[in-house]
């Protein structure tokens, strides 16, 4: 492991720890309370995979007529991210992406999917993203999360981007909240078998596979620079930062 994937997780740790003993994990405990925290984390389970399409298309050629573009084992590790991100499968196997899996977790609970269907309906009729994000009937730190996100694709360089998605987009999920699903299983499995499988395969694959591909990249787009080490570490702790405004408005 290059020496400033260390120096990097020694900078986030305040924050991490910050979000990893956030109040919302304390709050949520019945399937009603569960269904607004959809409601508000559905935006980040999809504003991750706009993060990944942006590295995708920054570290490979997506366009025609094809030429090679940076080294073959970035492409290949965002690639691999990709392909799990975009068509992972579902508890019975049928090819899925995680957002899509996301979607059919909440309508099972019964979570409203209005807020982000609607910003996927404004999307594909043409509206800009910033124009769209303005129209989202939900909270001010939502928008702003996702104002944020949007900054880093639309701006970032590659290495502050690959920063961003392995550091500061963690899904941090406490054993007391996989501990809470467990409960709500048992109660209601009809409601929340999807969101259950949703976090384990999450941990699984994320958290485990996907992970070390994400420092990997990093390691790669950083190298020995000590300015872009030093530009992921403050995106990264901003990041983190920003996550942390989101579930302040799951506790509101």
Request: negative net charge.
């Amino acid at each position: 492991m290059h020496k400033g994937i260390q120096i990097i997780k020694t900078a986030i740790e305040p924050s991490r720890a910050e979000l990893l003993q956030h109040p919302v994990y304390h709050q949520i405990q019945t399937l009603a309370q569960l269904q607004k925290f959809a409601e508000v984390h559905v935006f980040a389970v999809w504003d991750f995979m706009s993060l990944l399409k942006s590295l995708q298309q920054k570290l490979t050629c997506v366009q025609t007529p094809w030429v090679p573009v940076g080294s073959a084992n970035t492409r290949y590790l965002i690639n691999e991210i990709v392909l799990g991100e975009e068509s992972d499968v579902d508890e019975f196997d049928n090819r899925i992406s995680h957002f899509e899996l996301y979607q059919q977790a909440m309508r099972q609970m019964g979570a409203s999917t209005n807020a982000i269907e609607g910003l996927m309906h404004a999307l594909q009729s043409g509206i800009s993203i910033e124009a769209a994000i303005q129209q989202l009937n939900c909270a001010d730190s939502v928008k702003d999360f996702l104002i944020f996100t949007f900054k880093i694709v639309n701006h970032a360089p590659a290495h502050v981007q690959a920063a961003v998605f392995t550091f500061g987009r963690e899904d941090l999920i406490p054993d007391m909240f996989t501990r809470l699903l467990e409960k709500l299983v048992a109660e209601s499995p009809e409601k929340v078998s999807i969101f259950k499988y949703y976090i384990e395969r999450h941990i699984e694959v994320d958290g485990g596979h996907h992970s070390h591909l994400a420092l990997e990249m990093v390691s790669e787009l950083c190298g020995d620079d000590p300015v872009k080490w030093e530009e992921a570490a403050k995106a990264s702790i901003e990041a983190l930062q920003i996550r942390a405004r989101l579930w302040d408005a799951v506790t509101a």
